[in-house]
């Protein structure tokens, strides 16, 4: 892990650009000298680590003693595109602006970014858990089908908070009750983007006993800001 830039923000977290590899990422640890638990943290269906509702999130966990890390998936943020990836990019804008059914372009872009990146981020939970400001455990927040990847290939995630506004491709659906962790599921009840059934039901095929579903009014965008409070809450529990 190579680290490129780094700054003290007004809240007194420490932002730095790293990268491990191809991959780029961004760390956000607290003021504390104590080895901090590590939450990662990714935006939905791939939107860059830089987005400022993820940027918003990282810097407020961090400020209240979490390590934060999040990484541009492949062929997102600062990473290059392929032609395939523009293509489908592309044939996604037409058919949401044509009002056209979109869940077999979500599929074919999704599920192998999701392949992808998955075996990323357990690549960088590994860097990250190497550096000595970084004592664990590990949570996971955002991305809903990456995160369901990384909860059943990888141990040492302790506890997650999956957001239901992006897309979770069938493999994605399929391994939901493998998932055993403490969770948290955030839904907005009237998301443009996200089939509301579609979500209560994948919420009702995860495998854990312990899981929490927060519904709140409102679109895609909407998210309340003191879900941001109960999250870290949540991880409070579970990581401290």
């Given at each position: ?104 372009i979500f599929e074919s872009f999704i599920g ?129």
């Amino acid at each position: 892990m190579h680290f490129t830039s780094e700054q003290r923000l007004d809240d007194g977290v420490l932002e730095r650009e790293f990268t491990l590899g191809e991959i780029p990422g961004t760390l956000w640890t607290p003021e504390s000298a104590a080895p901090a638990p590590l939450i990662l943290m990714a935006h939905n269906n791939g939107l860059p680590k830089g987005e400022p509702r993820l940027v918003a999130r990282a810097r407020y966990s961090a400020a209240h003693g979490y390590a934060v890390a999040a990484i541009d998936a492949p062929g997102c943020g600062e990473r290059p595109r392929c032609a395939a990836d523009e293509q489908a990019r592309a044939e996604l804008r037409r058919a949401m602006q044509a009002g056209e059914p979109v869940d077999e372009i979500f599929e074919s872009f999704i599920g192998p970014l999701v392949e992808k990146a998955v075996p990323e981020w357990r690549t960088t939970l590994d860097a990250l858990l190497a550096l000595p400001e970084i004592g664990g455990p590990v949570g996971y927040a955002g991305w809903t089908a990456v995160g369901i990847g990384l909860a059943v290939a990888e141990p040492r995630i302790a506890a997650a908070g999956f957001f239901a506004g992006g897309y979770v491709p069938r493999a994605q659906r399929e391994e939901a009750r493998q998932v055993t962790i403490p969770l948290l599921f955030l839904l907005q009840w009237d998301d443009e983007g996200n089939p509301r059934q579609r979500a209560l039901d994948l919420f009702d095929a995860f495998g854990t006993k312990e899981k929490t579903l927060h519904a709140n009014m409102g679109g895609h965008t909407g998210t309340p800001w003191f879900e941001k409070e109960d999250g870290d809450r949540f991880f409070g529990r579970h990581l401290k």
